[in-house]
T-cell receptor
Framework: DGGITQSPKYLFRKEGQNVTLSCEQNLNHDAMYWYRQDPGQGLRLIYY???????QKGDIAEGYSVSREKKESFPLTVTSAQKNPTAFYLC????????????FGDGTRLSIL | RKEVEQDPGPFNVPEGATVAFNCTYS??????FFWYRQDCRKEPKLLMS???SGNEDGRFTAQLNRASQYISLLIRDSKLSDSATYLC???????????FGKGTTLSVSS
């Protein structure tokens, strides 16, 4: 089945620790995105990538880093510089060309220990 | 003006009711608009695209008013399963990423 897979589903971070959230898609989509959602809030864009080996900061990139070495994969690292990392993290992808909708993975919930 | 604004609700309606949500957007250059549905603690899922001429999918009707920069979603004959948060979504200025409203919560009761 084609889709977007995020792992892990739940993740706990210790103070001062970097953690990496995985996002893999087999939809052959060029563009991939990371969003953060806080309780009762909308989705905020962290980073996005339109093509392999290229990515742009979104609205709240500070404290996060990404890489896009393969079309299928867009991992997000939450660094120790992100002081309030507890949130629901959502990865999405879409076809580029034309204004196509995004499709989401089922998310990773990150909490601080 | 925020990029995408929605009335957060909640909208509490009985089964069978008709309910409408509105959403305003600030980027007059936006070309594409969508409604997503998000269930509690789940990922958003595409409900429908919004076309200039308006479009209907079963009990759901989406309308776009470019002059006033708002989008609407009408749900007829509400079902218990329609209870969710509905997200209004538009493309950003560069046309490279989607901007999400904070959502409108709908609760349908029997």
């Amino acid at each position: 089945d084609g889709g977007i897979t995020q792992s892990p589903k739940y993740l706990f971070r210790k103070e001062g620790q970097n953690v990496t959230l995985s996002c893999e898609q087999n939809l052959n989509h060029d563009a991939m995105y990371w969003y953060r959602q806080d309780p009762g809030q909308g989705l905020r864009l962290i980073y996005y990538s339109q093509i392999v080996n290229d990515f742009q900061k979104g609205d709240i990139a500070e404290g996060y880093s990404v890489s896009r070495e393969k079309k299928e994969s867009f991992p997000l690292t939450v660094t120790s510089a992100q002081k309030n990392p507890t949130a629901f993290y959502l990865c999405a992808s879409r076809v580029t060309g034309g204004n196509q909708p995004q499709h989401f993975g089922d998310g990773t919930r990150l909490s601080i220990l | 003006r925020k990029e995408v604004e929605q009335d957060p609700g909640p909208f509490n309606v009985p089964e069978g009711a008709t309910v409408a949500f509105n959403c305003t957007y600030s980027n007059s250059a936006s070309q594409s608009f969508f409604w997503y549905r998000q269930d509690c603690r789940k990922e958003p899922k595409l409900l429908m695209s919004v076309y200039s001429s308006g479009n209907e999918d079963g009990r759901f009707t989406a309308q776009l008013n470019r002059a006033s920069q708002y989008i609407s979603l009408l749900i007829r004959d509400s079902k218990l399963s329609d209870s969710a948060t509905y997200l209004c979504v538009v493309y950003n200025q560069a046309g490279t990423a989607l901007i999400f409203g904070k959502g409108t919560t709908l609760s349908v009761s029997s």
